[in-house]
């Protein structure tokens, strides 16, 4: 099977993921956006300095991950009953209730997904540095896109929202620390979707393979000579 | 545009993880992407069938999601069980409309919805081409945006469920139905995932080709 991305008997370098027309190879200006003239299927957002700022962002957002998923998030108290909520307390009572698999959709969107969504993101940044890490990293962005929509943050956030507001009727509802932790998670996690595009990650790759082949041929033919 | 400039005519096709376009072995329908490493089909393998099995097990699961109730509230020892829309009706009553609405959109129209559109997706490819194209992809991709929200309620569920748990004062108990629905939500997505958009403009082609015979093919009412 042909490697190459370019199919050099034709000229076409692309087709559309969402119609499959042909297109030429034309990436995004820096700062732009490609759509299909045909379907209007997004083909190629080019942030500036996508990778760098995926680092940031995905380290940081492991970073908030242990005070979002440890604090409590909302406090509510009837009279002198209170009790708290964090990030997986609510999983482990479904747990236990026996709803089983509900407690582990809600856990795996609310928590796993993100998780590895970042920890992904920060591996296929950090990673595609080193040329070892090549096969690793073309995995990870296999499994970022397929956890990708998994990873359900802001409806988590609007679930809490929505809960804030359906109790307060019953008793007196209190928003601590944790809450604004995922908030500030929930802001990072949508950031690195815009500030994310994998085709950088596959240029680099591709640049530094033919730096190396290079390095190699000029290796070889100062051998020869 | 009478003649189809798709990928898959020129034998080649595009990988859905990284996008890149390969050329697969001749009288090979599937391959591996070189890149990324994703299997990669010239159109997604069985996208009809599959996508028809989950829309059905989903408009089944609908039934048990929306008649058995989804959460208990019990103030001072007393609570009825609440369904999905039940619990809709009585954040209106109390005059949270605003959130009543999010929760009717989130809940009850989103599945329905999506269900309603893939539906007309299939049948779109099955019967004859969609008329005009980019109104079948906008649907397609609303569809696609809008499915993740339907788990609201259930967040909800599980963040009352910690949050109201004070024995005989008041609790909170998730119930059957929240099951099918977390179900439903699942076999939503996924029906969507199956579903290949590319259909839909092979579809289109085939009717544009079947009345090529009579008049000049249309140039693409959809073409923008």
Redesign the interface.
């Known amino acids: ?3 190459g ?3 050099s008997a ?1 000229g ?11 297109l030429g190879n034309s990436s995004a200006p820096p700062g732009g956006k490609l759509v299909c ?5 997004l ?2 957002r080019n942030p500036a300095r996508s990778i760098h700022y995926t680092a940031a962002l995905s380290i940081s957002g492991l970073l908030l991950f242990i005070p979002a998923a440890t604090l409590p998030m ?1 406090n ?1 108290s ?2 002198a ?1 209170g ?4 990030l997986l ?6 747990f236990g ?1 026996g ?1 089983i ?3 582990s ?2 856990l795996f ?2 928590v796993i997904a993100p998780f590895f969504r970042f920890l992904l993101l920060a591996f296929i940044s950090l990673g595609c540095l080193w040329g070892a890490l090549d096969r690793p990293v ?2 990870a ?2 499994w970022y ?1 397929h956890i990708k ?2 990873a ?1 943050l802001d ?2 956030m ?3 929202l ?2 804030l ?3 307060q ?3 007196r509802m209190v928003v601590e620390s944790g809450l604004y932790c995922f908030v500030g998670l929930m802001v990072l996690s949508n950031l690195t979707l815009l500030s994310f595009d ?2 950088s990650v ?1 240029r680099r790759m591709a640049r530094r393979r033919a730096a190396t082949q290079a390095a190699g041929n000029g290796e070889s033919s100062g051998a020869a000579s | 545009m009478s003649r189809t ?4 005519e ?1 034998g ?3 990988c ?10 001749p009288g090979e329908t599937r ?2 992407c ?5 299997t990669v089909h010239g159109r997604i393998e069985r996208s009809l069938m599959l996508t028809w099995a989950l829309v059905l097990t989903g408009t089944f699961l609908l039934v048990p999601a929306n008649i058995l109730p989804v959460m208990t ?1 019990i ?1 001072l020892g007393s609570g009825e069980p609440s369904t999905i829309i039940g619990g809709t009706l009585e ?1 209106y009553r ?1 005059g ?1 409309w605003g ?1 009543a609405l ?2 009717f959109i ?1 809940s009850i129209a989103v599945p329905v919805m999506k269900l309603v559109g893939l539906v007309v997706l299939l049948l779109q490819v099955q019967w004859r081409g969609p008329r005009n ?2 109104q079948s ?1 906008r649907v ?1 991709r609303v569809v696609a945006a809008i499915g ?2 339907s ?16 024995g005989a ?2 609790e909170v ?2 119930g059957p139905g ?2 099918a629905f ?2 439903v939500v ?1 076999v939503t ?1 996924m029906a969507v995932r199956t579903f290949d ?2 259909l ?3 579809a289109r082609y085939r009717r544009t080709a079947e009345s090529s015979g009579l008049r000049d093919p249309v140039g ?1 009412g959809g ?2």
């Open positions: 099977m042909e490697q991305a370019n199919d034709t076409w370098q692309q087709a559309c993921h969402e119609c499959d027309l042909l003239p045909r379907c209007a299927a083909i190629h909302l509510f009837i009279i009953f009790s708290e909520n964090t307390n609510g999983v482990f009572s479904l209730a709803y698999w509900l407690a959709l809600v969107c609310s073309a995995r962005v296999r896109q929509e998994w359900m409806v988590y609007l679930g809490v929505v809960a507001i359906k109790m009727s019953l008793g994998q085709q596959w | 400039d798709t990928a898959l020129h080649l096709c595009t859905l993880c990284c996008h890149q376009l390969m050329r697969l072995p391959g591996r070189g890149r990324c490493g994703a509230v103030y954040l109390n949270l959130i999010i929760v989130a194209p980019m992809m397609y993740r929200w788990l609201l309620d259930l967040f909800m569920i599980s963040i009352l469920v910690a949050l109201v748990n004070m004062i008041a108990r998730a929240s099951t977390a179900t699942v997505m958009p590319r839909l403009w092979d693409g073409d923008g």
